[in-house]
Every structure is written in structure tokens, then in C-alpha cells.
């Protein structure tokens, strides 16, 4: 199928002061242990309270072309002035039937970070603790506006869309290959940076790709956590 006259905007596109909540059953959610389970309830709400809503996530996303590449991993992303191949590894499957993709970079920002990092500086480890936590949340619930950007042009379209798929996660898409995969978008406009060893800062920031195309059958983003590497010990699992 001819994709030539499809209008897919090609500009990043940023998202910022994001309405986010956070709510304690959020945290409860969380929270693993039966032991001391009401005390530590307390000290996630007393927690909550204290940040206030102190967080700023954002996003910045862009459509691309892409397409199977010269191996059985490679796929090729087209931007404006080149193409850039990237080594998906195992992942490649979930993009197949992809004509094109949102390419997304996203942040909890690091307002929470420094929040906990003066907890525990001060002795306040279940403090710092429950920051992390919050700012996971704050993370996931980010994640789900990108989905909703997928799903709203897959919906106009009448196309489909492949799984969630991020560096690093899912087995044989290498965390190195991030560096390829963020070279797309200009991270500056979130102030997010990427070190030589392809990790994002803020800490909890995520680099993302969701395909869509006409050869799907899925009109919601799906998850790709029955091959994600950390499968087995992950507190953000979705089944």
C-alpha cells in the first residue's frame, strides 16, 4: 500500500506541563510487603503530600518512515536528510508491518530526583523510597499519553499498531543502539541529555518507538513484556 499521501507531521513535537496525577492508590499499588502495609501507607501519603504535584514531565515525539532494513534486525528510519539503520534485535518482529513509527523521548523530569537524592542524603530512606515511586508513576502515566498520540492517528487512519518498544528492554534491541534512536529528536528542546554510554538523563527518562501500519490488527498499543529482559523482576509490569 502507497503511503505517499498520507500526511504524517514530520516536525518534533514537544508536550510539556503535562497534567499528571498521582493518587494513593497509585501507591498502594506499589507497595509489595502485608508487613507494617498501614504505616507504610502513611508515610507514602505524608510523602505525596510533601512534593505536591512536584513534577514536570515531558515529551517530545515525531513521526518517521521506516523500513526492514538490509538484515533480519535491521530497520531504517527516514528523517528529513538521511536514513538511519538501527539494530532492533529480537523486536524487530513487533515491526514488521510497520510503514511508519512514532519515534519518542520522555521524561518525568528531575524535580522528583532531587527530592529523593536529599531524602536519603538526610537519613529519610523510606522518604527517598517513595519519591522513586512517585516518579515511576509519574513515568508510566507519561508513557500512556504517547500511546494516546499512536492510537489517536492509528484510529484516523484505520491502521494498526505494534507493541510498546524501547532500548534496552526488550531482548537483543542493545541499550547502545539508544544513541541511534535519540539522534532523531533534538532532546535539547526537554532538556534531556544522552551520556557516551547511551544512558538518558534525567534518570527516569525513556526513548520509546511504536509502529503503525496497515498490517496490524491491534488498534491499541500493546505491550511487549513477555520478552522484555526484565520480565521476571519488574514492579511496572503489564500482562
Known sequence: MKTDGIAFDKNPQVFSH??????????????????????????????????????????LCCWFEIRSGKSDTIGSIR???SVVNIDFGYSIKFLKHATHALVSVYTAGNELENESKKASENGHLLDSYF???????????????????????????????SPFLSPG?????ELAE???????????KINVNIRE??????????SCIIGLGPGYDMVKVGTACQVCS????CQMKHE
Not at 494513593?24 to 501519603?45: C, F, W, Y
Open 18 to 59: 503535562l497534567q499528571i496525577d498521582v493518587t494513593p492508590q497509585d501507591l498502594a499499588g506499589q507497595i509489595k510487603t502485608s508487613a507494617n502495609r498501614s504505616e507504610m501507607l502513611g508515610v507514602a501519603q505524608k510523602t505525596l503530600d510533601k512534593v505536591d504535584k512536584k513534577w514536570n514531565p515531558s515529551v
Open 79 to 81: 528523517n528529513s536528510t
Open 131 to 161: 519519591f522513586d515511586i512517585i516518579g515511576l508513576i509519574v513515568l508510566e502515566k507519561t508513557g500512556d499519553f504517547i500511546k494516546q498520540i499512536a492510537e489517536k492517528k492509528a484510529g484516523e487512519l484505520g491502521w494498526g499498531l
Open 169 to 173: 528492554s526488550v531482548h537483543g534491541w
Open 178 to 188: 539508544q544513541k541511534k534512536l535519540c539522534s532523531l529528536l533534538p532532546l535539547e
Open 197 to 206: 554510554d547511551a544512558i538518558l538523563s534525567p534518570f527516569k527518562t525513556i
Open 230 to 233: 526484565k520480565n521476571h523482576d
